[in-house]
């Protein structure tokens, strides 16, 4: 009895199902299996486009260059060697010695950062000891050998203007107001390149 209902079941649900033919049982198979390739291409395709990008960052990383310590102390040496050095002890010496043959001579010096270590002609300006009003003049020298004074008499008001390798700018105070005379070294001679104010132009006794 029982088996008789499920048979009659059997039926009919047979008759509900629409009829299909072989060909077309093996067509949707055909479809279903290319649906399903489709899609995993679908996914293999996306894959593909993702994981150029990360061996592209990957790379990217990997050629940054790294600052190593050997750089920075390179770096550092050569910020180093950039800043101006100061006088050699040769140097220290014979500004030393010229000093002294200012002194030698009677008189003291006015100002040191005159003496340009660099130059072949070197000059420092000088006024009597102990006489504030006893007027200066300047005193030249080829590295540490004493060449002479600007003048044989002395001025009120003396000062260097500028200096060169081989040449030296003196500022004169006069009553007609400020000249400048340019001093060359010539071989191992010193010669004025401009007239020098006279004497009574550029110092005149005053009382102390």
């Known amino acids: 009895m029982e088996s008789t209902a499920r048979r009659v079941k059997h039926e009919r649900d047979r008759q509900r199902l629409p009829y299909r033919s072989g060909l077309e049982r093996w067509t ?3 479809v279903f299996v290319l649906a399903t390739a489709a899609f995993l291409g679908v996914g293999i395709a996306s894959a593909l ?9 990957g790379a990217a990383v990997a050629i940054t260059p790294v600052p190593t310590t050997a750089h920075k102390t390179a770096k550092h040496e050569k910020a180093k060697s950039s800043k101006p050095k100061g006088p050699t002890k040769a140097q ?15 008189f003291t010096v006015l100002k040191l950062s005159d003496y340009n270590y660099k130059a072949n002609l070197r000059v420092l300006v000088g ?4 006489d504030a009003a006893g007027g200066s003049y300047a005193f030249f020298f080829l590295k540490d050998r004493f ?14 203007a500028k200096t060169g390798k081989s040449q030296v700018t ?7 107001g400020r000249t400048k005379v340019r001093f060359k070294l010539d071989g191992e ?20």
């Open 28 to 30: 949707l198979r055909f």
């Open 49 to 57: 486009m993702i994981l150029p990008d990360s061996k592209e960052k």
């Open 92 to 106: 220290r010496a014979q500004r030393t010695a010229a000093v002294a043959e200012v002194r030698r001579q009677g």
């Open 127 to 130: 006024r009597p000891v102990g």
């Open 147 to 160: 060449l002479g004074k600007d003048s044989t008499t002395p001025s009120n008001k003396l000062s260097v």
């Open 170 to 176: 003196l500022t004169y105070e006069t009553s007609a």
């Open 189 to 208: 001679t010193l010669q004025p390149l401009d007239t020098i104010p006279p004497a009574g132009d550029r110092f005149v006794k005053r009382a102390t």
